[in-house]
């Protein structure tokens, strides 16, 4: 099993532009989470799943989007990076019910310039 | 959800038990304690978790307080790879009404020293 994995591993993006960051996970997990990272800080809940077809706001959701239109992939969308969203983004994933035990993605290294 | 106190940096050497610390005064009664870490870079990583009972994995041991209100992970035998970010975080199942919500703070940074 690969876990949960993370495409790409790194971007540089202009201000203004757009960009979608992929997660996959092969553990048929129900719940996924997309959260960022800032330089000495934990982590942030942007946006999360508890399904197929289904998306909800976590702690810092503007300036994103997401979509899960297949259990195993959980899209994380920038409409117009703007340097603020310099981050490192991580996605985990759960079962429902469970321990609450996530995995997490290697994660994706994202500078806006 | 219940807020967490650690330490912001221990130090250890290695071979010798590493104990991180960690305050949650305000945890409620169906709220679960966990640790998790992470490796510079690398994705957090899942050790262990508990509700009032000592636990003990291959990983690691988690001390809870009768009173819930503090615990301790230990490493017993620590190693340089054991260097990390340890995070303790209080927090629901997953299930329910509860989507596995994880409030990570700033944790503890554990140096594992020769």
């Known amino acids: 099993n690969a876990g949960v994995t993370q495409t790409p591993k790194f971007r540089v993006l202009k201000t203004g532009q757009s960009m979608t960051l992929l997660c996959a996970q092969d553990?048929?997990?129900?719940?996924m989470y997309w959260y960022r990272q800032d330089p000495g800080m934990g982590l942030r809940l942007i946006h999360y799943?508890?399904?197929?077809?289904?998306?909800a706001k976590g702690e810092v959701p503007d300036g994103y989007n997401v979509s899960r239109l297949k259990k195993q992939n959980f899209l994380l969308g920038l409409e117009s990076a703007a340097p603020s969203q310099t981050s490192v983004y991580f996605c985990?994933?759960?079962?429902?019910?469970?321990?609450?035990?996530?995995?997490f993605g290697p994660g994706t290294r994202l500078t806006v310039l | 959800d219940a807020k967490t106190t650690q330490p912001p940096s221990m130090d250890c050497a290695e071979g010798r038990a590493a104990n991180l610390p960690c305050n949650h005064s305000?945890?409620?009664?169906?709220?679960?304690v966990y640790w998790y870490r992470q490796i510079h870079s690398q994705g957090p990583q899942y050790i262990i978790h508990?509700?009032?009972n000592n636990e003990t994995n291959e990983m690691a041991s988690l001390i809870i307080t009768e009173d819930r209100k503090s615990s301790t992970l230990i490493l017993p035998h620590a190693t340089l790879r054991d260097t990390a970010v340890y995070y303790c975080?209080?927090?629901?199942?997953?299930?329910?009404?509860?989507?596995?919500?994880?409030?990570f703070g700033q944790g503890t940074i554990l140096t594992v020293h020769p």
């Open positions: 985990a994933s759960s079962l429902r019910g469970g321990i609450n035990e996530q995995f």
């Open positions: 553990m048929n997990h129900e719940y």
């Open positions: 799943s508890v399904g197929e077809g289904t998306t």
């Open positions: 305000t945890i409620s009664g169906n709220e679960y």
């Open positions: 508990g509700l009032k």
């Open positions: 975080i209080v927090s629901l199942r997953a299930g329910g009404t509860s989507y596995g919500k994880l409030t």
